[in-house]
């Protein structure tokens, strides 16, 4: 390869002058590559190859299974510690609210959210991957594990008929109801953890593959109109039935719409006051988020503002507004899941598991690119089910990465997951010592922290006319996950993406971008000559080109694309060709008969010597080159 500079001026278009001789596959193949031979491994040596134990072999498992022993060790106290300790602190008074607001969406007590936001961050700091992702209870799998819940744990179920003189009226056993829900949602949480430990084990990392960013972004909107309308009930002070399954939230919203008249109009004040203070002071912070040194924790002072306004007010006495209740002090003692129902939560539990794995994977690795490290997909799944197996033990639910905590996690100065332990002992903390004083908590400033948190997750909507600019199938798969899971539920809904995802993979590989290149003059370069003015086609030389590999499903749909696009049909080509050389076949045999060659046909026992005789048709067979020249073996017809 020979380098010229153009004019001899360096600051000129560099050219390049390839010359090499043209191959063809089999000379390649016999002169200049030549295969290494491999001798295949057996069963048996291949196994005690991978159990083969040594003191570096198990160091590496050690590691590898708990990553903090990579990184404690060698951790800068003077650059890290401050920034972790702020991080966590902020991130524990942010925990705390959310704790108490995601319990009501998975269908449980609030106090259960507490368990949770402690038990899985604290697990989660010594066998994550991740730096920067705050691992706690989540909108979306709240969502997905209190549907399970009211499913299995129907309020119908916990009916009591009570009279009042003449009067009757049908109230509900709320404590044992509660009690079986949070053994569904324990159950559940042990399932899921079983289910992503397993596939950390077999290497399963690369199932989030599936999960493309439209059909989460979509997924996750859906996720949000679900939640969205859960929290209206809370938020207006009305009772209604909670639903699941299809068009749940069609059927709450209409639930909603017809008790609007009970609405409870100090809660709905109290919740209106919470929804302005948390929206107005949340801009605040996204606009100066360079000039303040830490978020302003809004959530935690709208909490502390309405718990004291409701004690010192008897909002609940004066104005039957509804409010946590009773918080017990101190954590639970250890107890073993309800085995017996289990066999009724595989679906669910699968769906949760690679929901909340994918959540906290594409979180993960957003920080990791942004600051420099790797994560690795496995150990995710590893350290996921460890939290929600070990979880379920101390009556936690099933918690993956939150997407606002991590923002804000990373953004106030953590560095390592030492801003999580912080923040879980910030939670254990309120658990142990002051978490009776949210009992008069009103359940509205719940429904509006999780309503205003929804905001990032409806802003995806944008996503639409982006879409519609850069891939319509794309933007296909956003719509299918949104609509399907909006009316489908989110389990159902999830499914049917998926699916549709891996269909359009098929049509994709099916209905490949073809095109004919030309050549820009003067250049090297080639470009469909359909999309550029300049593009030219070679005199008798057609360029096809198809942006995917052909295999069985679109072999066909290739040949024709082929076909349609250059003009030419090999078919009619081939034929011509036939019939050209029959042609010559033919010409080449007359002009052969008037020589004098001789050919001995032998029928029967009696030979005849023939010499162009006209009157037996006769066909030159591919034999006639191996008889010598002035002999023609000839079929007699």
Same mark, same amino acid.
């Given at each position: 390869m020979e380098h010229v500079t153009a004019n001899g001026d360096p600051s000129a278009t560099l050219m390049y002058h390839v010359e090499r001789p043209v191959y063809n596959e089999g000379y390649i193949e016999t002169h200049l590559l030549h295969r290494k031979d491999k001798i295949p491994k057996s069963i048996c040596s291949t196994l005690t190859e991978h159990v083969r134990c040594s003191s570096k072999k198990a160091k590496s498992i050690v590691f590898s299974f708990l990553p903090i022993l990579t990184w404690l060790p060698s951790y800068p106290v003077k650059e890290y510690l401050f920034g972790d300790i702020v991080s966590g602190l902020s991130t524990g008074v942010m925990q705390l609210p959310q704790g108490l607001a995601y319990a009501m969406l998975a269908a449980v007590p609030p106090v259960y959210g507490l368990y949770?936001?402690?038990?899985?961050?604290?697990?989660?700091?010594?066998?994550g991957t991740s730096r920067h992702i705050s691992i706690g209870t989540f909108a979306v799998i709240s969502l997905m594990i209190g549907g399970v819940v009211v499913r299995e744990a129907p309020d119908s179920?916990?009916?009591?008929?009570?009279?009042?003189?003449?009067?009757?009226?049908?109230?509900?056993?709320?404590?044992?109801?509660?009690?079986?829900?949070?053994?569904?949602?324990?159950?559940?949480?042990?399932?899921?953890?079983?289910?992503q430990f397993c596939f950390g084990l077999l290497r399963f990392g690369f199932v989030a593959i599936y999960l493309t960013e439209p059909l989460v972004r979509g997924f996750t909107t859906a996720a949000a109109v679900h939640v969205f309308i859960s929290q209206l009930k809370y938020l207006l002070g009305v009772r209604t039935l909670r639903y699941s399954g299809f068009l749940s939230a069609i059927y709450s919203l209409i639930e909603v719409c017809k008790n609007i008249a009970t609405t409870n109009v100090a809660t709905l004040l109290v919740g209106l006051f919470c929804v302005v203070v948390l929206f107005g002071i949340k801009e605040i912070n996204d606009r100066f988020k360079k000039k303040l040194p830490v978020p302003i924790p809004v959530e935690i002072i709208v909490v502390i503002i309405t718990t004291g306004a409701s004690y010192g007010m008897q909002l609940h006495e004066k104005y039957e507004v509804e409010i946590v209740g009773k918080i017990p002090t101190g954590l639970l003692p250890p107890v073993a899941p309800d085995f017996s129902m289990i066999k009724n939560l595989i679906p669910d539990s699968i769906a949760i598991a690679v929901v909340g794995f994918s959540m906290a994977v594409s979180m993960a690795k957003i920080f990791a690119l942004k600051h420099g490290y790797t994560v690795n997909g496995n150990q995710e799944l590893i350290a996921l089910g460890v939290c929600n197996f070990t979880g379920s033990f101390?009556?936690?639910?099933?918690?993956?990465?939150?997407?606002?905590? #991590? =923002?804000?996690?990373? @953004?106030?100065?953590?560095?390592?997951?030492? !801003?999580?332990?912080?923040?879980?002992? +910030?939670? /254990?903390?309120?658990?142990?010592?002051?978490?009776?004083?949210?009992?008069?908590?009103?359940?509205?400033?719940?429904?509006?922290?999780?309503?205003?948190?929804?905001?990032?997750?409806?802003?995806?909507?944008?996503?639409?006319? #982006? =879409?519609?600019?850069? @891939?319509?199938?794309?933007?296909?798969?956003? !719509?299918?996950?949104?609509?399907?899971? +909006?009316? /489908?539920?989110?389990?159902?809904?999830?499914?049917?993406a998926v699916g549709f995802a891996i269909l359009t993979v098929i049509y994709r590989t099916q209905s490949p971008k073809h095109a004919i290149l030309g050549q820009i003059p003067d250049t090297e370069m080639y470009c469909d000559i359909e999309e550029y003015e300049e593009a030219v086609e070679s005199v008798g030389i057609k360029i096809?080109?198809?942006?995917?590999?052909?295999?069985?499903?679109?072999?066909?749909?290739?040949?024709?694309?082929?076909?349609?696009?250059?003009?030419?049909?090999?078919?009619?080509?081939?034929?011509?060709?036939?019939?050209?050389?029959?042609?010559?076949?033919?010409?080449?045999?007359?002009?052969?008969?008037?020589?004098e060659r001789k050919a001995v046909v032998k029928l029967g026992r009696l030979p005849f010597a023939l010499s162009g005789s006209a009157d037996l048709l006769v066909k030159p067979r591919s034999l006639m080159s191996c008889l010598g020249r002035g002999v023609a073996v000839l079929d007699v017809l």
């Open positions: 949770s936001s402690f038990y899985p961050v604290l697990l989660y700091t010594f066998f179920a916990f009916e009591i008929a009570a009279t009042n003189g003449s009067n009757s009226s049908v109230i509900f056993d709320t404590d044992a109801r509660d009690a079986r829900r949070v053994q569904v949602a324990v159950a559940l949480t042990f399932l899921v953890g079983i289910i101390f009556q936690t639910f099933s918690v993956t990465c939150s997407m606002s905590r #991590s =923002l804000v996690q990373e @953004s106030t100065g953590g560095m390592t997951q030492i !801003a999580g332990l912080l923040s879980s002992l +910030v939670v /254990l903390l309120v658990v142990v010592a002051v978490g009776f004083v949210f009992q008069p908590l009103p359940q509205t400033t719940l429904a509006a922290i999780v309503m205003v948190n929804l905001m990032g997750m409806f802003k995806q909507f944008r996503d639409i006319p #982006s =879409l519609w600019r850069t @891939s319509k199938i794309e933007l296909a798969i956003w !719509a299918v996950a949104f609509i399907a899971s +909006v009316l /489908l539920g989110l389990d159902y809904g999830l499914l049917v096809f080109l198809s942006n995917s590999s052909i295999y069985f499903a679109n072999s066909d749909l290739y040949v024709s694309a082929l076909k349609e696009k250059t003009g030419v049909n090999p078919a009619q080509y081939q034929a011509a060709w036939k019939a050209r050389e029959k042609k010559q076949k033919k010409d080449k045999v007359k002009q052969d008969f008037p020589q």
